[in-house]
């Protein structure tokens, strides 16, 4: 009896244990089964790595997408802060903004180093040339530039830079695009020019050659016509840019060759002071890796790293980036689309590249969007330059599906976005309506924006209103930035320069590159940040660098295109909703793949 009793006994505890397991493995399934729903209710979340990921769905239509602003360092190297394994490079830099912000006994006169010889000499050019005004240049000279000081009173005077005086003829002879396809270099400290620049007397006799003597052959009404560098320059006007005064005005050709020369005297003069034996063979370095080569680069990451891509939009390029790819394996991979009133002569084109074989009927609208926008704003027109907006058509070679594709970069402040946004929107919904949007553009948002400046917070509450999204989401992270970027002092625009120690709290980290499209077309798989070029983002670091040639990151998403059947019902949801991603809460930082 007292066995039973024990087996009894052992029995139902063993049965209470096993019952209590069965209601524990039922409660797991059940909260297991709940969270599932809920995610895969849920269209998508955000990685700790950085990556923006979507339900995953490996059935139905994807389309691959990159967005990409290319432009950076065209001229100068010295322009940005880069991230550079060299330690001479910080050391030789962070020289430099100590000389600017605090030149102390090296604060001289500027007839100390653009010597009363100097001057002497560049008159009598410009007394050759047949030049107006050269004696009035030297009265200005005489009273006025020769004393003052090189640092305090001439490079970082505010008013002498908004007469433009000195960058204006910096912009234009810096580094030329002759019509051969190469480039012809001022001999400067602020570009790539191969010459020896180790003293004042030197650059000042490759200076005068250059400027006054050289000839090169330029692009000028469809004919290619020899030039001499001092025939580029053309006069600041005053009602463009009011600080100039009228007779400034009137002598401000052979006045701007002045302070131009000036201005490169000074900068040879500080970097005999700061790094007389390491700035040119730096520089060859930068140049050699990051200005030469950045075509190359450019492309082979293009034709690498996305190859997989089946639409790349492109920012910014360079208007001979269709020859040079002509001749790269990405035109095997890539048909390459520039718009037909593109300016060749600007490095700010916007182009497409399409997967090749997988559309066809590829037809350009980007005046179309034009001629609408302007008839529904009472003759107004888009804010937007030659070359700044691409748009194309296309339809889809096996099942036929019709496509808008927009490639566009806003103004510094991002105030364009928001009216070519809206064009391109109003033209496919009033005109393509059987179109599925997609636009990838560098947006010119910003995290804190200024007055003036275009808002990301902002943007996103005026793209949903449209029933748009974003690879980033209806509401984007503020603090996911796509750029970092920081100007030194060896730049003309002194006014945004910033030191190394300062470039992570006053450098330009902004969320600024997005791809749109209507929130009922697509839902967001995953979306990817680079800055490396290795579909890696490093959060943090400065860029461009030696590896990566652009100030801003790479944009790509993965997009699933919603069942036609399902349309109706997405359209219905709230804005966002069909594609919509949960808003983003907190920095999206390390490094992704």
């Given at each position: 009896m007292a066995k039973i009793s024990e087996a009894y006994q052992y029995h139902n505890s063993n049965g209470t244990i096993t019952w209590c397991r069965v209601f524990s493995f039922a409660a797991i399934l059940t909260f297991t089964g709940i969270i599932g729903y809920k995610f895969a209710a849920t269209p998508s979340f955000i990685s700790d790595l950085g990556t923006i990921v979507g339900s995953s769905d490996s059935t139905g239509k994807h389309i691959n997408a990159v967005t990409w602003n290319v432009a950076a360092i065209n001229n100068n190297p010295f322009e940005y802060w880069i991230t550079n394994?060299?330690?001479?490079?910080?050391?030789?830099?962070?020289?430099?903004?100590?000389?600017?912000?605090?030149?102390?006994?090296?604060?001289?006169?500027?007839?100390?180093?653009?010597?009363?010889?100097?001057?002497?000499?560049?008159?009598?050019?410009?007394?050759?040339?047949?030049?107006?005004?050269?004696?009035?240049?030297?009265?200005?000279?005489?009273?006025?530039?020769?004393?003052?000081?090189?640092?305090?009173?001439?490079?970082?005077?505010?008013?002498?830079?908004?007469?433009?005086?000195?960058?204006?003829?910096?912009?234009?002879?810096?580094?030329?695009?002759?019509?051969?396809?190469?480039?012809?270099?001022?001999?400067?400290?602020?570009?790539?020019?191969?010459?020896?620049?180790?003293?004042?007397?030197?650059?000042?006799?490759?200076?005068?050659?250059?400027?006054?003597?050289?000839?090169?052959?330029?692009?000028?009404?469809?004919?290619?016509?020899?030039?001499?560098?001092?025939?580029?320059?053309?006069?600041?006007?005053?009602?463009?840019?009011?600080?100039?005064?009228?007779?400034?005005?009137?002598?401000?050709?052979?006045?701007?060759?002045?302070?131009?020369?000036?201005?490169?005297?000074?900068?040879?003069?500080?970097?005999?002071?700061?790094?007389?034996?390491?700035?040119?063979?730096?520089?060859?370095?930068?140049?050699?890796?990051?200005?030469?080569?950045?075509?190359?680069?450019?492309?082979?990451?293009?034709?690498?790293?996305?190859?997989?891509?089946?639409?790349?939009?492109?920012?910014?390029?360079?208007?001979?980036?269709?020859?040079?790819?002509?001749?790269?394996?990405?035109?095997?991979?890539?048909?390459?689309?520039?718009?037909?009133?593109?300016?060749?002569?600007?490095?700010?084109?916007?182009?497409?590249?399409?997967?090749?074989?997988?559309?066809?009927?590829?037809?350009?609208?980007?005046?179309?969007?034009?001629?609408?926008?302007?008839?529904?704003?009472?003759?107004?027109?888009?804010?937007?330059?030659?070359?700044?907006?691409?748009?194309?058509?296309?339809?889809?070679?096996?099942?036929?599906?019709?496509?808008?594709?927009?490639?566009?970069?806003?103004?510094?402040?991002?105030?364009?976005?928001?009216?070519?946004v809206s064009a391109v929107r109003s033209y496919a919904v009033s005109q393509q309506p059987t179109c599925k949007m997609l636009f990838g553009l560098d947006a010119n948002t910003y995290a804190r924006p200024e007055k003036d400046q275009q808002g990301v917070v902002d943007f996103g509450k005026f793209y949903t209103e449209l029933k748009l999204n974003s690879c980033y989401g209806p509401s984007p992270n503020p603090l996911n930035f796509t750029t970092f970027h920081a100007r030194t002092h060896l730049q003309p625009q002194l006014n945004k320069a910033v030191t190394l120690e300062e470039k992570d709290v006053k450098g330009d980290k902004n969320p600024k590159d997005f791809i749109l499209f209507f929130a009922s077309d697509y839902r967001v798989q995953r979306t990817t940040k680079d800055n490396t070029g290795r579909k890696v983002y490093i959060d943090g670091m400065v860029f461009p660098t030696l590896s990566f040639p652009s100030d801003h990151g790479i944009t790509s998403t993965l997009l699933l295109e919603v069942d036609p059947l399902q349309q109706q019902q997405a359209s219905s949801a709230s804005a966002g909703g069909g594609g919509s991603l949960p808003s983003p809460t907190k920095h999206l930082k390390g490094s992704t793949k």
């Open positions: 394994e060299d330690p001479k490079y910080n050391q030789l830099m962070k020289k430099v903004s100590s000389f600017i912000n605090s030149p102390g006994e090296f604060d001289v006169k500027v007839k100390e180093v653009f010597t009363e010889e100097m001057f002497n000499s560049l008159e009598k050019e410009m007394l050759l040339v047949g030049w107006k005004g050269v004696n009035e240049t030297r009265q200005f000279w005489q009273s006025d530039f020769s004393n003052r000081k090189i640092i305090s009173e001439f490079v970082k005077d505010s008013v002498l830079g908004k007469k433009r005086l000195a960058s204006m003829p910096d912009r234009v002879t810096n580094t030329i695009h002759t019509s051969s396809g190469g480039s012809a270099m001022r001999p400067t400290v602020i570009n790539c020019y191969e010459g020896d620049l180790g003293s004042l007397d030197k650059w000042w006799q490759q200076w005068r050659q250059f400027y006054f003597h050289d000839s090169i052959d330029l692009k000028r009404g469809g004919k290619v016509v020899p030039t001499h560098i001092y025939e580029m320059i053309s006069k600041i006007k005053k009602a463009k840019y009011p600080t100039i005064t009228e007779e400034e005005e009137a002598v401000s050709i052979p006045l701007q060759t002045l302070c131009m020369a000036i201005f490169d005297s000074v900068l040879v003069n500080m970097m005999q002071h700061v790094g007389k034996d390491s700035w040119q063979p730096l520089r060859a370095d930068i140049c050699q890796k990051l200005n030469h080569k950045k075509k190359d680069r450019t492309v082979e990451i293009l034709q690498t790293t996305y190859a997989d891509a089946d639409v790349q939009f492109l920012q910014e390029m360079a208007g001979d980036f269709m020859s040079f790819a002509k001749k790269q394996p990405i035109y095997e991979l890539f048909d390459v689309y520039q718009s037909a009133s593109m300016d060749p002569d600007r490095d700010q084109n916007s182009f497409i590249l399409l997967k090749k074989g997988k559309y066809t009927d590829v037809v350009e609208v980007t005046d179309k969007v034009f001629a609408l926008f302007s008839q529904q704003n009472d003759g107004s027109k888009l804010p937007a330059a030659n070359g700044d907006l691409l748009v194309l058509l296309a339809t889809d070679a096996l099942d036929g599906a019709k496509y808008l594709l927009a490639s566009f970069h806003g103004d510094t402040n991002g105030l364009a976005t928001k009216p070519v």
